[in-house]
C-alpha cells in the first residue's frame, strides 16, 4: 500500500538499519543525505518511490527484520563511536556482521557494559534521562572514601551549568562505592567525585536498565537473550522518545551532537506482558554464546576490586 502519510526522514534512515536518528539528523544537517536527488532537509518526509542516499548509499526500508542487541563488557581505550576514521572504534572492535551501533557512550577511558543494537527507533528512549532508565557503576578512587562526601553526591553535585538529580550510593569497601544513576551528563561520575576530592582509578558500568554484565569478561560480547530483549522494549514501551532541551539533558557523543527532535516510534509484535521479579534478566538461565575480539590482548584482569 502506498505511504500516503510519508515517513520523517530520520525515522526512514533509522528503520533501513544505517543508524540512529540522531545521528540520522546529523547527517541531514551536514548535507550528507539526499532525497530524490537533492540535498534533504531536517523534517523532509519519505513518501513510496523515493530514493534516499546517506553518505552515497542508497537505503531501502527492511521489512520484518528482528532487532539486534549486542552486550558488549567494553575495555579502556575503545571510543563508542561509529565513526571508521576514529581509531578503535567499538564497531570495528565487536566486528558484527551486520551494521549496528552503540546505544549512548562510555567513555575511552572507562569500561563496563554497553548495548549495540540496529533499532534506531529504541535509542533515544534509552537515552533520555526523564525517562529514569537506570544505570549501575562501580567506582574505585584513590583516597579513602567518607560517608560525608558520599552524602553529599547523593544530594546533587553542581556541574555543567546544572545540578545532578540525586542518587543512590552504596559504599563497597574502602576505596569503592557503587553509584546508580538515570542522567548521562559529560563524564559525569569523574566530575562528581573531583568536586567531593577523589580522583577515580577505575570506572566500571556493571548494569543497565536490569540487565548485569556479570559472566562477561572485558572485552568479550553476546547477543541479548529473548527474554533481555523483552525486557529493553517493556521497559522503554511508554518512555517519551521526543529530545529535550533542558539543562540537565546529557551531552552527546561526538557523532550525536546536532539531534533534532523526533516523532515517538512505535514497535509491533513485541510483548508487553513480560513481568520480572528480579534485577537482572534471565537470571540463572542459559545465556548467549560469548564472543571475544580479537583485537583485544590486553592482560588488564577483570577484577572489581
Same mark, same amino acid.
Given at each position: 500500500m502506498p505511504n500516503?502519510?510519508?515517513? #520523517?526522514l530520520n525515522k526512514f534512515i533509522s528503520q533501513s538499519g544505517y543508524c540512529s536518528r540522531r545521528q540520522a539528523d546529523v547527517y541531514i544537517e551536514n548535507g550528507q543525505v539526499k532525497l530524490n536527488g537533492r540535498k534533504a532537509r531536517v523534517g523532509d518526509l519519505v513518501y513510496s518511490g523515493n530514493e534516499v542516499m546517506v553518505n552515497g548509499f542508497s537505503l531501502d526500508i527492511k521489512v520484518d527484520v528482528p532487532p539486534i542487541f549486542i552486550l558488549l563488557n567494553k575495555p579502556v581505550g575503545i571510543t563508542s563511536t561509529t565513526e571508521k576514521g576514529v581509531k578503535e572504534n567499538i564497531v570495528d572492535f565487536v566486528n558484527y556482521p551486520e551494521r549496528i551501533f552503540p546505544i549512548g557512550r562510555l567513555d575511552k577511558d572507562s569500561q563496563g557494559l554497553?548495548?549495540?543494537t540496529n533499532d534506531g527507533d529504541i535509542v533515544n528512549k534509552i537515552l533520555r534521562s526523564g525517562n529514569k532508565h537506570e544505570k549501575e557503576y562501580l567506582v574505585?578512587?584513590?583516597?579513602?572514601i567518607t560517608d560525608s562526601s558520599l552524602d553529599h553526591m547523593r544530594k546533587g553535585i553542581p556541574m555543567l551549568g546544572t545540578t545532578t538529580?540525586?542518587?543512590?550510593?552504596?559504599k563497597e569497601g574502602p576505596f569503592i562505592f557503587k553509584i546508580h544513576l538515570i542522567q548521562g551528563l559529560n563524564r559525569q561520575i569523574r566530575r562528581m567525585c573531583d568536586?567531593?576530592?577523589y580522583e577515580v582509578k577505575k570506572l566500571e558500568r556493571i548494569n543497565i536498565m536490569g540487565?548485569? +554484565?556479570d559472566g562477561l569478561k572485558v572485552g568479550e560480547w553476546r547477543s541479548a537473550t529473548s527474554a533481555e530483549t523483552d525486557l529493553i522494549y517493556s521497559a522503554t514501551e511508554k518512555s517519551n522518545s521526543e529530545s529535550e532541551k533542558t539543562k +540537565?539533558?546529557?551531552? #552527546?557523543?561526538?557523532?550525536q551532537k546536532k539531534g533534532s527532535k523526533s516523532s515517538e516510534?512505535? #514497535?509491533?509484535?513485541?510483548s508487553n506482558k513480560s513481568k520480572f521479579k528480579s534485577n537482572t534478566a534471565d537470571k540463572g538461565k542459559l545465556k548467549s554464546p560469548v564472543f571475544k575480539s580479537k583485537k583485544y590482548t590486553s592482560k588488564r584482569k577483570n577484577s572489581r576490586k
Amino acid at each position: 500500500m502506498p505511504n500516503i502519510k510519508g515517513t #520523517r526522514l530520520n525515522k526512514f534512515i533509522s528503520q533501513s538499519g544505517y543508524c540512529s536518528r540522531r545521528q540520522a539528523d546529523v547527517y541531514i544537517e551536514n548535507g550528507q543525505v539526499k532525497l530524490n536527488g537533492r540535498k534533504a532537509r531536517v523534517g523532509d518526509l519519505v513518501y513510496s518511490g523515493n530514493e534516499v542516499m546517506v553518505n552515497g548509499f542508497s537505503l531501502d526500508i527492511k521489512v520484518d527484520v528482528p532487532p539486534i542487541f549486542i552486550l558488549l563488557n567494553k575495555p579502556v581505550g575503545i571510543t563508542s563511536t561509529t565513526e571508521k576514521g576514529v581509531k578503535e572504534n567499538i564497531v570495528d572492535f565487536v566486528n558484527y556482521p551486520e551494521r549496528i551501533f552503540p546505544i549512548g557512550r562510555l567513555d575511552k577511558d572507562s569500561q563496563g557494559l554497553i548495548f549495540l543494537t540496529n533499532d534506531g527507533d529504541i535509542v533515544n528512549k534509552i537515552l533520555r534521562s526523564g525517562n529514569k532508565h537506570e544505570k549501575e557503576y562501580l567506582v574505585t578512587v584513590d583516597k579513602c572514601i567518607t560517608d560525608s562526601s558520599l552524602d553529599h553526591m547523593r544530594k546533587g553535585i553542581p556541574m555543567l551549568g546544572t545540578t545532578t538529580k540525586k542518587c543512590k550510593i552504596e559504599k563497597e569497601g574502602p576505596f569503592i562505592f557503587k553509584i546508580h544513576l538515570i542522567q548521562g551528563l559529560n563524564r559525569q561520575i569523574r566530575r562528581m567525585c573531583d568536586y567531593v576530592g577523589y580522583e577515580v582509578k577505575k570506572l566500571e558500568r556493571i548494569n543497565i536498565m536490569g540487565i548485569s +554484565s556479570d559472566g562477561l569478561k572485558v572485552g568479550e560480547w553476546r547477543s541479548a537473550t529473548s527474554a533481555e530483549t523483552d525486557l529493553i522494549y517493556s521497559a522503554t514501551e511508554k518512555s517519551n522518545s521526543e529530545s529535550e532541551k533542558t539543562k +540537565s539533558a546529557p551531552k #552527546r557523543t561526538q557523532d550525536q551532537k546536532k539531534g533534532s527532535k523526533s516523532s515517538e516510534p512505535k #514497535r509491533k509484535n513485541l510483548s508487553n506482558k513480560s513481568k520480572f521479579k528480579s534485577n537482572t534478566a534471565d537470571k540463572g538461565k542459559l545465556k548467549s554464546p560469548v564472543f571475544k575480539s580479537k583485537k583485544y590482548t590486553s592482560k588488564r584482569k577483570n577484577s572489581r576490586k
